[in-house]
């Protein structure tokens, strides 16, 4: 990795960290500068202010969200529904880690920030369209109802969040759910959903 790509690296994980432990209004250029080290033009060479920082910050989270679920898509077999339940696990997996529930906050709080909102809502979007996309197949193979895809990748999404999301969000729970109850939470999503959408 180069200087130049190691420093950047560098500020993206110091001003990720201190803007999931204060948020965006009390995490400061001159501190993020302090900790990381160096001078604050080379920081704003970097990134030209807090709000394209921030924003850069949530859309690297924001791709990593993405990213692993769809790796599960993409090693799919013709076992739909084993497909699926992997699927949902890995879904799980991304949005009750600590640091995904952190973003979720910051984009609740900052969504009308420079269309960090509706940035965040595109990102997340993609994912949303390659399950449709799988659905569709599965719809055209007869191994689904059909239905408007987009539809059900929304009501996948839905049962796949119920259980878990909102007392997540809310810090309502002691603890990040274990392993089991992950796994146990997507079983029963995906049964929900495959008895809605039989053909």
Known sequence: MQ???????????????????????????????????????????????????????????????????????STQTDDMELTLRHFGENFLQSICSSDMIEVRRLLIAEAARLGMGQLSFNRIIVLRDHVAAYLGECMAAGKLRGEDPVHAANHLKGLLESEVLEPLLLNATGSLPDEAEKSQAAQRAITVFLRAYAP
């Open 3 to 73: 200087k130049g790509e190691a420093k950047r690296k560098a500020i993206l994980e110091t001003a990720f960290r201190l803007f999931r432990e204060q948020g965006f209004e009390k995490t400061s250029m001159s501190e993020i500068t302090a900790q990381v080290g160096g001078s604050k033009a080379t920081l704003y060479r970097h990134f030209p202010s807090k709000e394209e920082l921030f924003a850069e910050c949530l859309s690297e989270a924001i791709e990593q969200f993405v990213s692993g679920p769809l790796a599960t898509l």
